[in-house]
């Protein structure tokens, strides 16, 4: 543009050049117009004259119309320059919201292995309150087992006690097997005292395994990512992918967790808007068991004046669940624009 400039600028200059020495040879011949010239000779000088005259004006209108091209030619500079400042700062936005989202997938990679660490950990506790739970199952067979032989022991117990007194109301020369009958009636006792203890011991052994599986709450929760934008509707966002969900809490299909522990919850979601629309937005609804009543949180990313770069937001909820209580993202707007990295996450804090 500024080669193109110089270029028309260059004829303004010859022009004037060409302008002032017309004036100049039309000074030159009236000056030296006073010596004696004939008719014809006066006659040529007003010809030339005249058309000095007319070159005059005809070098003034290009002139007039070199200014307007220079001051169109400068207008289109300047708009050029503007359009270009606009471009780099719509660049620098970009780069920095990459730079927010790049800070943002740090942070949810983050959580997601605190996430996946916790998980190792409950999944620890899970088999060993499974072991536990085996363990009470073999108690429990015990104690019943030991629960028959108690009662065949009190039957033996009963018939042994009516043949000893058959035997004190007759002759005791008569009963000649009274020191056999002494060892069993011995024997029953021994059984029914090991037999006592052992169901005490088994009471005491559940007692203690009921009072740790209450003192340690297995953790439930889940974490989804990656938007299933086919699957989703106004009324429900999808996910496709989980990294974490114990036993299934969160129905990939329908896009709901399903309370199965009531007790304190957190949820959490994060939106990442892509670029083309002005905003995205969803809402954490919770849904009562057999009950209309709605508990909703809603959580808008993106800038009403700009369709351009990447916005992200982050909402969070806690809230009191009872078994058969329902969470959700819903009443979303803006799904085919959210991106993949959109998240949504929820756990139990503490069961009643």
Do not use: W
């Not at 190792?120 to 104690?143: G, H």
């Amino acid at each position: 543009m500024n080669s193109d400039h110089t270029t028309h600028i260059m004829p303004v200059k010859v022009i004037v050049v060409l302008y002032i020495m017309l004036g100049c040879a039309s000074s030159f011949l009236l000056v030296n117009s006073s010596a004696n010239i004939g008719v014809n000779e006066y006659r040529d000088l007003i010809s030339l004259l005249v058309d000095e005259k007319n070159a005059r004006h005809m070098l003034e209108n290009r002139l007039d119309k070199l200014e307007q091209f220079n001051l169109a030619v400068t207008k289109e500079l300047q708009k050029d320059k503007n359009n270009r400042q606009q471009l780099i700062d719509e660049n620098t936005k970009i780069i920095k919201d990459l730079e927010n989202a790049s800070k943002h997938l740090t942070i949810l990679q983050q959580e997601n292995d605190l996430l996946k660490e916790k998980y190792v950990n409950q999944s620890y506790v899970v088999d060993e309150l499974l072991e536990q739970s085996k363990m009470n199952e073999n108690l429990t067979d015990q104690f019943q087992s030991l629960s028959n032989s108690q009662e065949h022991l009190l039957k033996n117990y009963h018939v042994l006690l009516d043949q000893y007194l058959a035997f004190t109301s007759q002759d005791k020369a008569n009963f000649v097997e009274k020191h056999d009958f002494n060892q069993a009636i011995s024997r029953v006792n021994n059984s029914l005292l090991y037999a006592n203890e052992s169901i005490h011991n088994i009471t005491l052994q559940t007692s203690l395994n009921r009072e740790k599986i209450l003192k340690t709450d297995i953790q439930l929760g889940f974490s989804l990512k990656v938007v299933d934008k086919a699957a989703s509707s106004t009324n429900r966002l999808k996910f496709k992918t989980s990294l974490f969900n114990t036993d299934h809490v969160f129905n990939l299909s329908t896009g709901e967790f399903i309370c199965t522990r009531a007790g304190v919850y957190f949820f959490t979601t994060t939106i990442v808007r892509e670029p083309g629309i002005k905003e995205a937005f969803c809402e954490i609804r919770i849904t009562r068991r057999n009950s209309n009543n709605i508990i909703a949180t809603q959580i808008t990313v993106g800038q009403a004046s700009s369709t351009s770069g990447y916005a992200s937001g982050t909402n969070s909820l806690v809230y009191h669940l009872n078994v058969g209580d329902k969470a959700s993202l819903s009443y979303c707007h803006g799904i085919d624009h959210m991106h993949l990295s959109s998240s949504f996450s929820g756990f139990l804090i503490v069961s009643d």
